[in-house]
């Protein structure tokens, strides 16, 4: 079957953010650059703020495509690119010129619009557009000419209706994952940050600390293994069945079962002493410090990436708590003066 694809212009109107500078705050109205966009929705961890006043002043009352309204279609443009964000009523934030912004024309219906640049066919395109760019960066030109195929407005309502009863059936699942995150969290804090385990009143206690438990440090845990990225110049290490860790992957995960690269046999044969299995801990230690995740398959990490392979797997939850609860001292340990965190094995 053939299909007619049409480029996206003919469908919505295409800006982006504010290209000059605003001061950030520690509160106020949520500003968002592309690294706030994410495949699973809005990245919510670091998140800059403006003051009211400079949000009045860029943003509100434009006739241009500056202010995102509802409906509108928001992603990142630089660096974490191709990740659409559909824009809730309410919502409210100034988008930075790392965001690029789409309006939906009347021949296209924006929830349409939305599944379909998340679909496996679109991105493919962005993938395509972006090897040819410099420093992976989409012009709006770039993206204007991005192909998309669009039946009639009934077919449109059908299709959209459909993929949308997934959609809400995935959110609520995540809202489960996230209740069940919650609960084991507080959980851990009650046996093993206050203490109130189990018959704890029958415990002895020195120094705050049950008498029989001890104090042992991670690598008494487990061995600890620091990736490494094999050369990028061999293209026979890549692509292949072994999963390649790295930072991105792991946001917002407890487990990764999708990783973006992946390598060889010959490529994992490469980084013998960097081999993690399935189940180990992974923290990142370089930049974005305190990152965790667990592994799911044999594989490696890069150099942003320390892992834990325990030696007993039944502590492997209690150890993920016990590690999250680190990443307050992971920042600190890693604040070597620099812009990022950085901190060794």
């Known amino acids: 079957m053939i299909t007619n694809f049409k480029k996206l212009k003919e469908f919505c109107l295409i800006g982006d953010g504010i290209h000059t500078s605003i001061k950030r705050q520690s509160s106020g109205v949520q500003y968002f650059t592309s690294k706030n966009f994410k495949p699973d929705g809005l990245d919510l961890s670091k998140v800059d703020y403006i003051s009211e006043s400079d949000y009045e002043k860029n943003f509100v009352g434009k006739s241009s495509l500056l202010k995102p309204m509802s409906q509108d279609i928001v992603f990142g443009i630089i660096g974490s690119i191709g990740t659409p964000y559909l824009v ?46 410099a420093q992976g960066f989409l012009s709006l030109q770039m993206i204007g000419n991005l192909p998309i195929t669009v039946p009639s407005l009934d077919r449109q309502k059908k299709i959209a209706g459909i993929l949308a009863t997934y959609d809400d059936l995935i959110d609520i699942n995540k809202e489960r994952i996230n209740i069940l995150e919650r609960m084991a969290t507080e959980i851990y804090t009650e046996w093993f940050v206050r203490f109130r385990f189990p018959n704890w009143q029958q415990s002895n206690f020195k120094k705050g600390m049950p008498t029989d438990w001890s104090e042992v ?57 960097q081999i993690i299995e399935e189940n180990s801990i992974m923290v990142t230690c370089i930049g974005t410090g305190g990152v965790i995740a667990i592994s799911t398959k044999k594989g490696c990490t890069n150099q942003q990436i320390n892992s834990i392979s325990l030696y007993d797997e039944d502590l492997l939850y209690w150890a993920l708590f016990t590690i999250k609860r680190l990443k307050p001292q992971i920042e600190l340990f890693g604040a070597t003066g620099t812009t990022m965190t950085n901190l060794s094995k």
């Open 217 to 273: 440090s991670l690598n008494g845990l487990g061995k600890i293994t620091t990736g490494k990225t094999p050369s990028l110049k061999v293209s026979a290490y890549h692509d292949g069945e072994y999963p390649f860790y790295k930072t991105p992957d792991m946001h917002d995960k407890v487990f990764v079962f999708d990783t973006e690269d992946s390598l060889t046999e010959y490529g994992l044969s490469s980084q013998k002493s």
């Open 88 to 133: 809730r009523t309410k919502d409210r934030f100034g988008i930075s010129s790392s965001v690029a912004i789409l309006r939906s024309k009347e021949n296209i219906l924006p929830k349409y619009l939305y599944l379909y640049m998340n679909s496996n066919i679109f991105q493919s395109a962005v993938d395509v557009m972006k090897s040819g760019s």
